[in-house]
């Protein structure tokens, strides 16, 4: 045992003994629960320190053993000790290893490999918790939140770089092919959606300098994420009038067989622009390919620039008009055409909408161009309706529900738009925020690898990547032992 940490670990096993004292002891009756809990967390955060102190101090006692080599390969004599801060979940702490160098050659210390240290000073799992709380909330509140918890009095840029390092390695992650499944867990439809979210920008430097916004105008602008979602589901067939029960909110629907849900669903988002993202999709939907597969869909809201990009780089999926937007358009002319107060409105809706899921699309057109003929109609009235006939005449080679249905596909783009929401608007578009596009990015990728349930396969995986990139090693780090502590605790 070492003459420097002799002293600590004193003062650990008197720190240990009042803990025990202060439950089992003759004032133990006098306290509540919540007041031994508190006292016990924040005194075994300090526990937590002095024996991390004493791991660190034990392993920088010894010199390394075989000879030191420099990045050439030349031989390094030892030089001195060098201090190295490690900032960890319970607290701050400084100790010194040996270092080894020769003029011109990098300083190389090997207990930083040996302890995969990380580049900065905080410790895996703290930059674990920092980056983790990042994607779902501010980081004002990340701030505030690990302050009371930890009493870590972290800085918004500390955690904003943190997060932003913590997730470059996500692209090579999902580069990764999925984890082999049953073929008889899998669903037999391989279903792509796409859509669009704009994310607040702020404007570079350059672009405030050239133009002065007029006054009251919005601090920054607004770019689009293109949200993408990849997964397998069984087959439902259901027929047109379920559809519209279920579209209408009829008070009385029929009772539909349970709905099957999706299996492997996998969401991501990109500020790169639509070609990259559907790049990437159909890239992952390839390594997703199965003999279970029997059929491909790829579903969008209309946008003519997303299709174009499904149909290029999806040529075997059929792509198909999400029927949501479908019907909103219906709507639309039907609040042109009769007013929103008709009695008559959602009849027509319904007689329309069943004739749409049924395949007669056209018929629906040439009806819907009847009424915006009619004279009694405003100009606006008439071109409303025409807006309608014109999204659906462009759309009609996707609108084939009638077969969709049978074949027991998906027709609506809710998983795509849930993840619009969930991945993109609730941590992108809270009030006053404006992103930098790859501080934006970083929260979007690590968010999508939480949303999809990934992220200790993750942490993992970049702890892995860190190492190699810090230290030239390829072999697997093994999982820290407070990481398996962690889920020894979690299986208990």
Known sequence: MSSTTEPIIAQ?????????????????HQHTAGAIERTLFRRLLAVGLDLLRIFFLKRAAGRPAAPVVGPTGQPLPAKDQRPVTYYSVFGKLSFDR????????????????????PKRCYSDLLSDWMAFSGTDETYRESQT???????????VAALETTTQEAAVDVPAFYAQPPAATPPTSLGA?????????????????????????????????????????????APFPRTPEAVVAALLHDPDPPTPSRRPRPIQKEVRATLDGKEAAISRLAQRAQQREDVSIQHRVALTDGAEALQ????AQLPTYTLVLDIIHATEYLWTAANAGLGEQHPERTAWVRGHLTAILRGRVATVIVALETAAADPALTAVQQQAIL???????????????????????????????G?????????????????TKPGAQAVLDLRAVRLNHDWEAYWAF???????????????????AEDQALKLEVAA
Not at 12 to 28: A, I, K, N, R, Y
Not at 101 to 113: K, S
Not at 145 to 155: A, Q, T
Not at 206 to 230: M, N
């Open 462 to 480: 970049h702890r892995q990547r860190q190492h190699e990139r810090l230290y030239g090693v390829t072999i697997p780090v093994p999982a820290p």
């Open 308 to 311: 174009a990009q499904m149909r």
């Open 145 to 155: 939140v690990l302050e009371r918890i930890l009493g870590l009095p972290l800085s």
């Open 98 to 117: 040996h270092a080894f160098a020769v003029t011109g050659q990098p300083v190389v210390c090997p207990l930083d490999a040996a302890l995969s240290l």
């Open 419 to 435: 993840a619009c929401g969930h991945l993109v608007k609730d941590r992108m578009e809270q009030a006053g925020m404006r992103w």
């Open 387 to 417: 807006g309608t006939v014109g999204y659906y005449r462009r759309n009609q080679p996707y609108m084939r529900y009638d077969a969709y249905l049978a074949h027991g596909w998906p027709i609506g783009t809710g998983v795509v738009e």
């Open 12 to 28: 650990v096993q008197q720190q240990f003994q009042e803990l025990v004292t202060l439950v089992t002891g003759p004032d133990s």
């Open 189 to 233: 439809i391989l279903v792509a959606q796409s859509d669009g979210k704009g994310v607040p920008l702020v404007l570079p430097r350059r672009a405030e300098r050239l133009v002065r916004p007029a006054k009251g105008a919005p601090a920054g602008r607004k770019r689009e994420a293109i949200v993408t979602a990849l997964y397998t589901i």
